[in-house]
């Protein structure tokens, strides 16, 4: 079973509509989460980190559920820049491994 | 402040032979990883360092792949013989753990395997 699994999409919505990804982990023992965006062809780069009690950044809400093991992405009045691969992140205690879910791919269209 | 630094930013090789990549981390960053990206999957960890020595290279596919840090600093990634299968982006990167634990990524190095 892999560590983080993530529905690979792709998610197609309109401009302004708003689109939630979700990505299940595997390890109970998980510490830190983390959601990364990576656009075609370009590096992934820090989209937001996720707490326990959950957090927002503007247009983007991140959830975590521990008794269920999943984390979730928010994105409201969806932009045409938000087209990207949305990679969940996963860390065990101490932050010793890092893994990679193999990522949400997101369209909005005009 | 300056990201981190990979070259070359692509190589085509022939099956068999072998391939050296470069990178070089923001200043002050001691921890160090190298990913290896296949076309449509996540990055995977091949390798992380803290300062020059090895912290996990349980995914490393030691009978061709090896990797060194020996200064701390800038690190090579190194595939002899390459396969086909090798054929990925290859991302390095880093992080300042005293910071936060945010991976600061290089734009990575294509490599195609004919």
């Known amino acids: 079973r892999k560590e983080v699994e993530q529905d690979p999409g792709p998610f197609n919505v309109p401009e302004g509509a708003t689109v939630a990804f979700n990505c299940t982990y595997s390890n109970s023992a998980s510490q830190s989460f983390f959601w990364y965006r990576q656009d075609c062809r370009k590096e992934p780069k820090l989209l937001m980190s996720?707490?326990?009690s959950g957090n927002e950044d503007g247009r983007f809400t991140a959830q975590l559920n521990r008794a269920s093991q999943y984390i979730s992405l928010l994105i409201r009045d969806s932009k045409l820049s938000d087209s990207a691969t949305y990679l969940c992140?996963?860390?065990?205690?101490?932050?010793?491994?890092?893994?990679f879910g193999s990522g949400t791919k997101l369209n909005v269209k005009p | 402040e300056a990201g981190v630094a990979q070259s070359p930013r692509y190589k085509i090789i022939e099956k068999r032979q072998s391939v050296a990549f470069w990178c070089n981390p923001i200043s002050g960053h001691a921890t160090l990883y190298w990913y290896q990206q296949i076309l449509g999957q996540g990055p995977k960890l091949l390798i992380q360092f803290q300062n020059n020595g090895v912290v996990d290279d349980s995914q490393l596919p030691k009978d061709r792949f090896s990797a060194e840090r020996l200064k701390g600093v800038d690190s090579t990634l190194k595939i002899q013989p390459a396969k086909l299968e090798d054929s990925a982006v290859y991302l390095c990167?880093?992080?300042?753990?005293?910071?936060?634990?945010?991976?600061?990524f290089g734009p990575g190095t294509r490599l195609t395997v004919t």
């Open positions: 996720v707490y326990s």
């Open positions: 992140v996963v860390t065990t205690k101490n932050f010793n491994k890092f893994y």
């Open positions: 990167a880093s992080t300042d753990t005293r910071a936060s634990y945010e991976q600061y």
